[in-house]
């Protein structure tokens, strides 16, 4: 009569992932996306196909001025953003000729709007603007992050718990 031992969980690494909870197919509940998949990949779609202005100012923020970090081409919801600072909730929009032609400047507005309710801040920058003048573009950029202040502040000495047992004050 041997009784079944009760078999030890696989260490990391080892063992059938699917059956205890990791690696293989998982289901993901459609709830839990915040940004519909066609959304994600429209924005995709639109990473490839910048424009000249949208590129060029792409050049200058993907290297983190002023330890920034920018995103590109971003889904908001149902709305894609040119440029997102999401730490100083920032949006950055470069509008192009069409942008003052026909319902455009109605959309843009309704646009901007949804964005501020949503707690975001809109810049839009004439897309001749970036062609013509990227230092002043780039300063007035980093100015308005400047004015905005990050999201999270960095914790003071003293704020906060104390240190648990073991470690160190600094």
Same mark, same amino acid.
């Given at each position: 009569m041997s009784e079944a031992q009760p078999k030890d969980p696989p260490r990391n690494g080892e063992g059938n992932h699917a059956e205890h909870g990791g690696g293989g197919p998982r289901r993901i509940n459609p709830k839990v996306l915040r940004t519909p998949i066609?959304?994600?990949?429209?924005?995709?779609?639109?990473?490839?196909?910048?424009?000249?202005?949208?590129?060029?100012?792409?050049?200058?923020?993907r290297k983190r001025p002023e330890g920034l970090k920018f995103r590109k081409q971003f889904p908001i919801g149902?709305?894609?953003?040119?440029?997102?600072?999401?730490?100083?909730?920032? $949006? $950055?929009? $470069?509008?192009?000729?069409?942008?003052s032609f026909g319902e455009q400047p109605r959309r843009?507005?309704?646009?901007?709007a949804l964005l501020r309710r949503g707690g975001f801040r809109v810049m839009r920058i004439p897309a001749r603007e970036v062609l013509e003048n990227m230092d002043g573009v780039l300063r007035h950029i980093v100015a308005v992050c400047s004015d905005v202040g990050p999201l999270h502040h960095p914790r003071l000495r003293g704020d906060g718990p104390p240190p648990r047992s073991g470690e160190e004050l600094r």
């Open positions: 066609k959304q994600v990949k429209r924005a995709r779609e639109l990473r490839r196909k910048m424009s000249l202005p949208e590129v060029l100012l792409w050049q200058v923020l149902e709305l894609t953003v040119d440029f997102a600072c999401l730490e100083r909730r920032l $949006i $950055i929009e $470069i509008d192009g000729e069409g942008h843009d507005v309704a646009r901007d």
